[in-house]
């Protein structure tokens, strides 16, 4: 098992870093949170979980190791693949989908793209003894189930920025595409940042 990579970013896009090493550029699947850390020349450190299947091996990244475990742990409940458990790691931190998980919150669980009600309700019952109590000192100020995508703009400006963009380019980005989080707010869903971050590269493709 590859547990981690480290060495300088070589290429990033809206899903995932390619990182150098020993002259071998591995491509590392990557939420947008982990992604808005990276910066192309610059050194690295992720935490990797391989996935094996008949025609393919993915390896994705986490921007520590305990990102990675929940990652994991996610996909021992049945119909969670790597796919789902990265998207509910895009939209909630590891302590915050514990939170949720451990106090009911189907709410949170629903605010995941990919997941109805009827899922959320499986999933706190499969994951209520696996995932654990919160490991965190500080959840957040908004409660039970804060989600990383609390702080969408921020997210997504820089991971506009650690893709070679202007300043002034993520900021109109960032504006073309606030009605789309807002309107996922007024539903009382998290800002999906996955989404609106392709939203804005097509928005910026436009305008070149």
């Not at 390619?18 to 050194?43: F, N, S, W, Y």
């Amino acid at each position: 098992m590859i547990a981690f990579l480290s060495g300088p970013v070589a290429a990033l896009s809206p899903n995932s870093a390619v990182i150098e090493v020993g002259g071998v550029g591995m491509a590392v699947q990557c939420t947008p949170h982990t992604l808005a850390d990276l910066r192309i020349g610059k050194e690295a450190r992720l935490a990797t979980s391989l996935v094996v299947r008949e025609d393919s091996l993915t390896l994705y990244g986490f921007a520590d190791d305990d990102e990675r475990q929940v990652f994991e742990l996610l996909q021992t409940a049945s119909g969670v693949g790597p796919r789902l458990a990265q998207a509910m790691l895009a939209t909630h931190s590891p302590d915050a989908l514990r939170l949720a998980v451990s106090t009911g919150d189907e709410k949170a669980l629903t605010a995941v793209s990919g997941i109805g009600k009827k899922g959320a309700q499986k999933l706190l019952l499969e994951l209520k003894d696996r995932l654990g109590e919160p490991v965190g000192t500080h959840i957040g100020q908004q409660g039970i189930g804060t989600p990383v995508t609390s702080g969408w703009r921020d997210q997504l400006q820089a991971a506009l920025l650690g893709l070679g963009y202007a300043s002034r380019e993520a900021d109109e980005a960032v504006t073309a595409v606030a009605p789309q989080a807002e309107a996922a707010v007024a539903e009382g869903a998290a800002p999906p940042v996955p989404q609106l971050l392709r939203a804005a590269l097509q928005t910026l493709n436009r305008a070149r």
